[in-house]
């Protein structure tokens, strides 16, 4: 299985070059079951293909992130849960966070945060403009964008969330990014079709290259 996802991501653009201090992403929402944990596991996995050093850290305290790592090992060896090992970008897997002051220690250790938004449905896009609250107490922390998880796009529910969720987007001045179908789960134990090399595409572009760049 990984040695067929290796072999879609094509040798020249996989980064291979080791940096200091690592890019810190936090994969964050309020509400419980939103994808947080799906996300970072799928994420981190596909910018391990493409080459970089990902430190997975497990925040929440049901660890379910760390049970999956453990259990389905995906073999790769720059991906990392958890330790203190050298690494080009950390990603934060959160535990729902309905309490502003942790949700600010999570911000305040990240460069950026990317918010995933299960459906989109009612409870996921209206727990939002309290989370961009917490966001704007936080100067350096920057929203790489909103990430519909779970999307049905015949629901006419997602088609009406997906239009609220866009318009709260552009009134914060942010976007969101390609829907993740409801075909991304964990449980799959693998990340064939890779439902997130969309989103570490745009995470490598926004967040990683920027500082490659800048240290070369
Ligand atoms: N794109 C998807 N398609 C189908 N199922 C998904 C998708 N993303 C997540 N799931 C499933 O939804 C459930 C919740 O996902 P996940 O554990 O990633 O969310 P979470 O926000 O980390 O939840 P928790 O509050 O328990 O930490 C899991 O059973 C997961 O397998
Ligand atoms: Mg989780």
Request: glycine share 8%; proline share 7%.
């Given at each position: ?34 994808g947080r944990s799906t996300t970072v596991w799928q994420l981190g996995a ?100 909103f990430l519909p998880t779970m999307h049905k796009q015949r629901r006419a ?60």
């Amino acid at each position: 299985m990984t040695t067929l996802v290796e072999a879609a991501v094509p040798a020249k653009n996989r980064h291979t070059r080791k940096r200091s201090a690592p890019v810190v992403v936090a994969v964050l929402h309020p509400k419980g079951g939103v994808g947080r944990s799906t996300t970072v596991w799928q994420l981190g996995a596909e910018l391990a293909l493409r080459g970089y050093s990902v430190r997975i850290e497990d925040l929440d305290q049901g660890a379910h992130l760390s049970r999956v790592f453990d259990a389905y090992p995906l073999g790769l060896d720059n991906l990392y849960l958890g330790g203190d090992a050298p690494a080009d970008v950390v990603l934060l897997d959160t535990a729902p966070e309905a309490q502003e002051r942790r949700a600010l220690d999570y911000l305040r250790r990240s460069d950026w945060v990317l918010v995933p938004v299960k459906g989109p449905e009612i409870d996921s896009v209206q727990a939002l403009p309290m989370l961009m609250g917490w966001i704007t107490q936080v100067p350096g922390v920057r929203l790489i964008g909103f990430l519909p998880t779970m999307h049905k796009q015949r629901r006419a529910s997602s088609k009406y969330w997906l239009g609220q969720l866009k318009r709260l987007a552009a009134e914060h001045g942010t976007r969101v990014l390609p829907p993740i179908n409801d075909m991304a789960s964990i449980a799959d134990k693998s990340i064939a079709g890779h439902p997130y090399a969309g989103v570490a595409e745009e995470v490598r572009g926004l967040c990683l290259e920027p500082v490659r760049r800048s240290r070369t």
